[in-house]
């Protein structure tokens, strides 16, 4: 009997988790619950234009309140020595402080370190700055076109990444990153198409709205060693950056991450870490920064983004798909162009079209920068080629689900990069949603467009589904320590962190699985630079499959020694030999057994010791071609994911209502199904926020709606009344035990699944996001207009009806 043919007894199973009852009780320690004895507290003065150049900074009334001690400026920064200024992990393009010029209204233009925060904040709000206004620009299609106003005279790449190392930028435009595929001839195809659906959908910046704000600790040792404690998921990208920009080694650095309180892409890479620093540094003192709800808004969004799309049809069958997509980065790119390249090269969709075009390209505004937030720019996407799949469905007169089986991708076709899709559930999650959306309607009237029976005459009833793809980061690496303990207790080091993903509960259910452990008895560490192994990041639903293979491979060292010492004891080959509840035993005559103590006595002939392994699994891709896109290989591995929405649409005030919402997520295998279940309703739960009402707004280059009094978010009311989540078990064979990650697959397809939906209902078709109620009167409105006599309610058949 193989290893993998034997019952798992914790893998595959529903453990609560781990860290729950720490966070339920109130206990569990965060960043600001933390006390940094002798810290300074910062407070940052901030820009109140979008663009301006930096005329004067004036502290000299901050540097008057009593208690404060420092005072710093963009130009007091040029003239620290050893320091570089700017930061980034695409380009070095963000200072430390603005000098010369801001770019977005609320970047920060002076640091005060003051005794207490309130005394911090006072001298803050004494800072006087003059400027000299420029124009500025907030639409990336505005931005993307020669002779808008310029963001950067230059650009200078941060070579962090190897998937980044080509990135130039184009000079003197406010494009940083053009990325291009190419498969057949999709310019050809479309002018010889009998029809062509030709859209532009837009998608505006919105905040994480994770519940706790960022926050830093920093302190310089006597001996120069840098410690900082932040609120981050890349401990290590963090420790290499401030290195280089203090010119510092890397073991003279050392970064500490507590448990966050959320984050979902907004405290990744470099945020207050280079400024509590820099503060730290010029002080001489330890220096802690909390930002405010408020400033947290200044600090990191999700990208905007329009999309541009156009899908051909000839001879009943779609010959093609092109797409220019431009990411909004906001004042600097962050990791924008990673998400133009990852995420334009699944433009196309989920499916196998002859001739595909896709352009996708990051640009700057004068906006809020911004980062990565759940599903790494694919919603954006996902409601462009989505609604194109329904709106083809109704030309073809098709049914929608119908179509999506014609063209989805199966088994070891090829993407339209040239590279080949294998271990994805895309067809099952179709089948999924189809099923489960007509199961649970059996007991109400079928839908129809206008209102059911039992519907008053004002509330439209309409379905829709969607389905959409990501691939995972590559190439990535995460390495991990197991440690067991003579009493049969485990220490699992990992530099990934733990914001509410639910990682430490997975990570011990591995060790604890593969050792024989309760899983109990293994403690999974908090990321320490000194006592952690390195890790890419904690982004991207890749932590599962990339730190879960290098636990397994640590843990199975571990294994490995307990059997051949027990072998050697009992006189029985390892290979017939099973690890189960602390005790290693015969296959065949279990009551021949040894204990884990028992093992290390007859070890090490004494107790108190421990056994190490060692794990390192790194994720492969193939660098593309720049010209068109093409590699065999352009991720380590995919995620599928579906989503079908009812919706009931009040056709007198526009306000729509989600009454169902079914998800379907290919987990490759559940290591923890409540987990996983948990994880994709938590994403649909969030983007329905996204899709409904969430939106960063700006006017006149300036955000107006910075606080939760002006930003709505998901609340109970908002939750359908159905909500259902269905995992697809299509195990990866490169995974641990077949998993895949799968907090980002209930967010993928859920937009364009309720745009789909209302389509059904009043027949509208909706391109800008969040979906309001004034967007959809005014939808309606118009179709009436080009249509006179067209209902947008009525109790005619019609209806989108998946089968």
């Known amino acids: 009997m193989t290893r993998e043919s034997m019952e798992w007894s914790v893998v595959g199973h529903d453990i609560l988790r781990l860290d729950g009852p720490a966070k339920v009780r109130g206990a569990q320690r965060y960043l600001a619950d933390m006390e940094f004895p002798g810290a300074l507290h910062l407070a940052l003065a901030r820009s109140t234009h979008p663009h301006a150049n930096i005329l004067r900074v004036d502290t000299h009334a901050a540097s008057g309140v009593p208690g404060v001690k420092a005072g710093f400026t963009g130009e007091d920064l040029l003239a620290v020595d050893g320091v570089r200024p700017c930061y980034g992990p695409a380009f070095r393009d963000q200072p430390i402080l603005a000098f010369g010029k801001v770019r977005y209204a609320g970047e920060p233009i002076a640091a005060v370190a003051a005794e207490s925060l309130e005394a911090a904040e006072e001298a803050a709000a004494l800072i006087e700055a003059e400027y000299e206004e420029l124009p500025h620009v907030q639409d990336p299609l505005e931005a993307a076109r020669p002779g808008a106003p310029l963001l950067h005279d230059s650009l200078e790449p941060a070579g962090a990444f190897a998937d980044l190392m080509a990135l130039k930028g184009r000079p003197g435009t406010n494009i940083c990153t053009h990325y291009k595929q190419r498969h057949g001839d999709a310019e050809k195809a479309l002018a010889e198409a009998d029809h062509v659906f030709e859209d532009t959908y837009t998608c505006p910046p919105v905040s994480h709205a994770h519940l706790e704000p960022h926050g830093t600790a920093a302190c310089f040792e006597p001996g120069g ?451 996983c279940i948990e994880q994709v309703q938590g994403a649909a739960a969030m983007t329905l926020g996204f899709t409904l009402f969430e939106s960063m707004r700006i006017e006149d280059g300036r955000l107006v709606n910075g606080s939760f009094l002006e930003y709505p978010l998901t609340a109970f009311e908002d939750i359908p009344r159905e909500f259902i989540t269905d995992i697809v078990e299509n195990p990866i064979e490169s995974g641990p035990y077949g998993a895949r990650g799968v907090g980002e697959t209930g967010t993928i397809a859920l937009k364009p699944a309720i745009v789909n939906a209302i389509h059904d209902a009043v027949g509208i078709w909706l391109d800008d996001m969040p979906i309001t109620p004034e967007k959809v009167l005014r939808a309606m409105r118009e179709a009436t207009v080009a249509e006179p006599g067209k209902k947008t309610s009525g109790a005619e058949p019609g209806g989108e009806s998946p089968k």
């Not at 089948?431 to 519907?455: F, I, Q, Y």
């Not at 389905?467 to 003579?486: F, G, H, Q, Y």
């Not at 006595?601 to 056994?611: D, E, N, S, V, Y």
């Not at 306000?655 to 079914?662: E, H, M, Q, S, T």
Request: aromatic share 6%; with cysteine.
């Open 225 to 675: 060693r840098l410690i900082v404690h932040t609120t981050s998921q890349t401990p290590y990208f963090v420790r290499g950056d401030l290195a280089a920009i203090f010119g510092l080694a890397l073991a003279d650095v050392r970064v500490i991450v507590p448990p966050l309180g959320g984050s979902y892409g907004g405290k990744i890479y470099d945020k207050l870490e280079p400024l509590t620093c820099l503060m730290a540094k010029v002080t001489g003192r330890p220096v802690q920064l909390h930002l405010t709800r408020e400033e947290v808004f200044y600090t990191s969004s999700r990208h905007g983004a329009a999309t541009k799309i156009w899908t051909g049809i000839k001879d009943g069958k779609i010959t093609a798909r092109k797409v220019e997509v431009y990411y909004d980065a906001g004042t600097y790119a962050e990791i924008g162009p990673r998400i133009a390249q990852k995420t334009g090269s699944t433009a196309p969709g989920p499916y196998k079209f002859p001739n595909v075009s896709v352009d996708a390209f990051c640009v700057y505004t004068n906006k809020t920068p911004s980062g990565p937030l759940r599903g790494f720019g694919v919603p954006q996407l996902a409601i462009a080629y989505e609604t194109h799949m329904n709106k083809a469905a109704a030309y073809l007169e098709k049914d929608p689900v119908a179509l999506r089986r014609e063209y989805v991708l199966e088994e070891g076709d090829l993407y339209s990069t040239g590279s080949p899709v294998t271990s994805i559930g895309l067809r099952a999650c179709l089948d999924s949603v189809s099923r489960l959306m007509e199961k649970t309607s059996e007991s109400r009237p079928a839908p129809n467009r206008g209102p059911a029976p039992t519907l008053e005459k004002h509330i439209a009833r309409g379905r829709g589904i969607a389905l959409a793809i990501k691939s995972v980061i590559a190439p990535s690496i995460s390495n991990a320590i197991v440690e067991l303990n003579s009493d049969g207790s485990a220490i699992v080091r990992s530099a990934t962190v733990e914001m509410g993903q639910g990682a430490t509960t997975v990570f011990a259910q591995i060790a604890a699985e593969e050792l024989g452990l309760d899983v109990n008895k293994v403690r999974v560490t908090t990321p320490d630079t000194d006592q952690s192994p390195y890790d890419t990041l904690t982004a991207g639903s890749r932590s599962t499959y990339h730190m879960g293979n290098a636990i397994i491979g640590a843990a199975r060292q571990v294994r490995e020694k307990l059997l051949e010492t027990a072998s050697e004891a009992l006189e029985i080959p390892s290979e017939e030999l099973a690890l189960r509840e602390g005790r290693v035993f015969s296959r065949s005559l279990p009551e021949r057994a040894m204990t884990i103590p028992e093992i290390f006595i007859k070890r090490f002939g004494a107790p108190g010791t421990t056994l190490t392994g060692e794990g390192t699994f790194q994720g492969h891709a193939v660098k593309a071609d720049p010209e068109t896109g093409q590699t065999p290989r352009m991720t380590e591995h995919w995620f599928a994911g579906a989503s079908g929405a009812e919706v009931e649409v009040d056709t007198e005030t526009g306000f729509v209502k989600v009454i169902r919402l079914i998800s379907s997520a290919d987990v490759g295998r559940a290591i923890n199904p409540r987990h």
